[in-house]
């Protein structure tokens, strides 16, 4: 599927293309949830890399948290590198160079209309804010990590399509 993104001020548009474009996951993790705002998530897309084509480049800024290890405390650079608008702060997407074929565009910044996701997988929810709830419907899979499968492996098994 084809989308178009922006950022709030229209400083930075983008177009790529998404094998999976059904916001299926909501991220709980500190980065995301302080990066992001809104409902203390972020929900992020599976997208073609090579596909990413950007106006307003001049106006992108990239941050690289510092992850903290669990087991050393030693903080260091995070490999992802999440890219914003300098204007505006709008979230746009996450490319980690580990997985160099893949962008995950924040369903926030895409401006076409996206297919409903037929299920929700929650992650890292160590993290989320106590002021936001979490649906338990049925369609809603919570993760304490990251899921077993591939984002890949989901669309399949829930029945959507390439």
């Known amino acids: 599927m084809h989308l178009e993104g ?18 299926y996951m909501r991220c ?7 990066t992001g705002g809104g409902g203390g998530y972020a ?10 084509r950007v106006e307003g480049k001049e106006n992108l800024r990239v941050y690289q948290a510092m992850i903290e290890d669990p087991q050393t405390g030693k903080a260091s650079k995070s490999s992802a590198e999440r890219s914003f608008c ?6 746009l997407w996450v490319w980690d160079p580990r997985w160099p074929e893949l962008l995950h565009p924040f ?3 895409i ?7 037929p299920a929700h ?20 899979k919570c993760f304490d990590g990251y899921p077993d499968e591939s984002l890949a ?10």
Request: negative net charge; contains cysteine.
């Open 6 to 23: 922006s950022c709030h001020c229209k400083s930075v548009t983008f177009s790529v293309e998404s094998p999976h474009p059904a916001p």
């Open 28 to 34: 709980y993790c500190s980065i995301c949830r302080k």
């Open 43 to 52: 929900i992020n897309l599976g997208a073609v890399f090579e596909s990413l």
């Open 86 to 91: 300098g204007f505006c702060g709008s979230a």
């Open 107 to 109: 369903a926030s910044a």
């Open 111 to 117: 401006d076409s209309e996206l297919p409903t996701a």
């Open 121 to 140: 997988n929650h992650i890292l929810l160590d993290s989320k804010a106590s002021w936001v709830p979490i649906d338990k419907s049925s369609d809603c």
């Open 153 to 162: 492996e989901w669309h399949e098994r829930v029945g959507i399509k390439r």
